[in-house]
């Protein structure tokens, strides 16, 4: 099928591709609604001008991607009401000692391998206010490790084929499996992953020295975060059951 599109077609196109992100930025606009205008007025301006139709944009649609991210959020939802996450957070800072390197590495660890499982912008929204919480209590300023968790997540979501939309996007459009994805990109992001901690380490050595505050740490009770432990259960249960399907899911289609 060969692509005939004249020039000012191709100008309109990008004309509302640019406002639709223009708007999605100035956030006058909620981005949801920016995004579904822009949709909208490419398909009625392109089917008005001939250069796009209903048709393509269904077709346009990636129905893995969108069902995906939308089963994972509703996962990482019920994770949430437990206090999981609070609860991880909190032992995760006890391990550390008080070490505000230690801290970092714990945190970077924890979110790069949830990254890989969840949706790593989401993983990091969670994490980010039980960062600065534990850091406040350290004295610590929560910068370093917020950038950090930012940095890993994003390199620990690249290793796996569930870990970021485009990845997802990648696998479905070339059929490519869990675990191929995985023992292919795994080792790739492994290097970036500690080239990127050692140089956090370096250039926030000074942000990373102890200034007291492990009493308060101290004080804090974990098992307090644990809101319904029988669903926490569950929910590990079924995450469990998650994480075997993925690599199962080429044979089950």
Known sequence: MELHIDITSMWVATAILVLAYAMIFSERLHRTYAALAGAV???????????????????????????????????????????????????????????????????????????????????????????????????????????????LSNIGGAATLVGDPPNIMIGSAANIDFLTFLINMGPLATAPWVATLLLLLFFFRKALRSRGGEQDLVDLDESKAIQDPALVNRMLVVMGLVVILFFAHHKLH
């Open 41 to 151: 007025t490419m398909i009625v301006v392109g089917g008005w001008m001939g250069f796009y139709t209903q048709e393509e944009a269904l077709t346009a649609i990636d129905a893995n991607t969108i069902v995906l991210l939308m089963s994972m959020m509703l996962l990482v939802a019920l994770l949430r009401t437990t206090g999981m996450f609070e609860y991880m957070a909190i032992r995760l800072a006890k391990a550390s000692g008080g070490s505000p390197v230690r801290l970092m590495l714990y945190l970077g660890i924890a979110v790069s391998v949830l990254s890989m499982i969840l949706d790593n912008v989401t993983t990091v929204i969670i994490f980010a206010p039980l960062t600065i919480l534990v850091t406040r209590l350290l004295n610590l300023n929560p910068a370093p490790f917020l950038i950090g968790q930012a940095m």
